[in-house]
């Protein structure tokens, strides 16, 4: 860590826990990060006077498998999902049950907090039957989702899912979806508020157009109106209506910038297209192995036959999406200070995982290349406790790290807990490990200082490898090349050996084959 005064320790009265998890936010698409263009002045705020964690990667780069990791508090190996359950890669075909693992929610609220979620969840599909771990759950949990279940099914409505999310641990809970369930007949409470004010019939037609302008096509609603604007003002409500007698967690999940790209046209105004820089990487070959037809195989990934002034396009827009999210922690932050909270109130924020944005000729997520992989880690202490501020810290950070650190911060149980709090980090007291992890539909990657190592976990075959020291934007692929098998077996027998527990040959990867 830079500077040589560390930060001052958490008080002993238990704090207020912000956890914002943005949903496909790229670890360089903030202006704190370096980024000379987008424009993120409230998230470049926190930045200022928390502890900027740049060598962040998410446990898995999927909606879905690192959402589970995120509430389980278990790498992807453990947990199950190995991918969004709508592919052939996924294995398993539900999300992990609230009582298969001890959430980090419920170990929250046995620490004596209250505990609200609001926002994107993705905690779908429910377990049914023929869930692997059917056998184990007791009545009660089977009755719980069977009713959801039929709830939901009868109403399409997620409110027929609610009493079953809260078996996560969450005492508050408002789920909002991504806007191509809205487009399914999902109906949500941002879709009836949506009726409510007579938008409802035109927003969907209008965001949901046919053709790659469906990414990219600005909202037709005030940004006071949008989704992101209406989760964060749901969580507004929250700090601002809060009056209990013991601390409080607030799970804050904005859907954006996740696709479609259509930010508020205020905020699309901001960004010039032609003015946006490609990455110039955009012909590099996708690899001739079983990971290549993984990265190949999702519809609309591979952009690299588009044109550059559509690219163009999807960046601006994407930029501007950030620009919306960050005016909704803007007026969150400010609820907060309207209340008095900021001097007793840590802020953690993150993502799920990055989007790739046109890189390697690639849009989305789903790949270990550092666009898709690398996410945001701020640490933000309350307002008057830091000694220093504005700090970057390089050594390798897991999503469950974070979630491990809002533990300690709340004095909860850490046991079984797969991730490493940062506490320590922050306070300055200890170095942080030589390697990171992230796993997605049977593959495997390991990421220290200088490499970067993807396998086939159900083979042990290396597919990718990457020098970081000397190709940082990982454009050399010296997977087979002669010479790297040394380093080859030392990353696994260093790295993935230890993190499968000596045991990587035991575990059930998926096999799309079957």
């Given amino acids: 860590m830079e500077g040589s005064e560390a930060m001052a320790k958490p008080s002993v009265k238990q704090p207020n826990i912000v956890f914002i998890t943005a949903d496909q936010w790229r670890h360089d698409a903030f202006g704190f990060a370096g980024n000379p263009v987008v424009q993120t002045p409230h998230a470049d705020a926190l930045a200022a006077r928390g502890i900027r964690f ?29 991918d969004n359950s709508i592919t052939r890669w996924s294995g398993r075909k539900h999300f992990p049950q609230p009582y298969a693992f001890e959430t980090f929610p419920r170990r929250l609220q046995q620490a004596g907090y209250y505990t609200a979620c609001i926002g994107k969840l993705h905690f779908t599909p429910l377990p049914g039957p023929r869930s692997p771990d059917w056998p184990e759950m007791d009545t009660r949990t089977r009755q719980l989702v069977f009713q959801a279940i039929k709830d939901f099914d009868r109403t399409q409505h997620v409110r027929g899912r609610m009493a079953w999310l809260a078996e996560y641990g969450f005492d508050h809970l408002i789920e909002e979806v991504d806007k191509q369930q809205m487009l399914k007949g999902v109906q949500t409470g941002y879709t009836d508020y949506l009726d409510q004010r007579g938008f409802l019939e035109q927003w969907l037609g209008r965001t949901f157009s046919s053709g790659q302008q469906a990414l990219v096509e600005p909202e037709i609603l005030d940004a006071n109106d949008t989704l992101d604007a209406f989760i964060g003002r749901r969580a507004q409500d929250f700090i601002s209506s809060y009056a209990a007698d013991r601390p409080f967690f607030l799970w804050l999940n904005p859907v954006g910038p996740h696709p479609p790209f259509d930010p508020p046209a205020e905020d699309a105004r901001r960004y010039d297209p032609g003015a946006m820089t490609l990455s110039g990487d955009e012909s590099l070959p996708i690899p001739a192995n079983r990971y290549g037809e993984f990265v190949g195989s999702t519809t609309g990934r591979v952009i690299r036959d588009w044109d550059d002034e559509h690219k163009r396009l999807l960046v601006a827009r994407y ?51 550092r666009s898709a992989v690398k996410v945001p880690a701020l640490v933000v202490p309350p307002r008057g406790q830091a000694r220093t501020a504005g700090e970057d810290e390089y050594g390798p950070v897991r999503n469950l790290d974070l979630t491990a650190t809002i533990l300690e911060l709340a004095g909860a149980n850490l046991r079984g807990h797969a991730g490493t709090s940062l506490l320590p980090r922050v306070l300055g007291e200890k170095a942080g490990y030589e390697a990171t992890f992230s796993e997605i ?27 970081l020291e000397t190709d940082p934007e990982e454009r050399n692929d010296l997977c087979g090349r002669p010479g790297t098998i040394t380093t080859v077996k030392q990353l696994i027998k260093q790295h993935l050996e230890p993190f499968y527990n000596g045991a990587m040959n035991q575990i059930t990867f998926p096999d799309p084959d079957k």
């Fill in 54 to 82: 740049r060598n962040a990667h998410c446990d898995s780069p999927v909606c879905q498998s690192s959402r589970a990791s995120l509430v389980t508090g278990q790498p992807v190996h453990r947990h199950g999902l190995w």
């Fill in 319 to 369: 930029y501007a999406k950030c620009t919306e999210v960050d005016r909704s922690i803007g007026k969150l932050i400010s609820a907060l200070e309207t209340q008095g909270l900021l001097e007793n109130t840590w802020i953690v924020l993150g993502s799920d995982h990055g989007e790739m944005l046109g890189d390697h000729g690639l849009m989305g997520k789903s790949t270990f290349y």
């Fill in 441 to 467: 539909a049977g593959f495997c990657m390991v990421t220290t200082s200088q490499w970067k190592l993807v396998v086939d976990g159900r083979t042990g075959e290396p597919q990718q490898l990457f020098d």
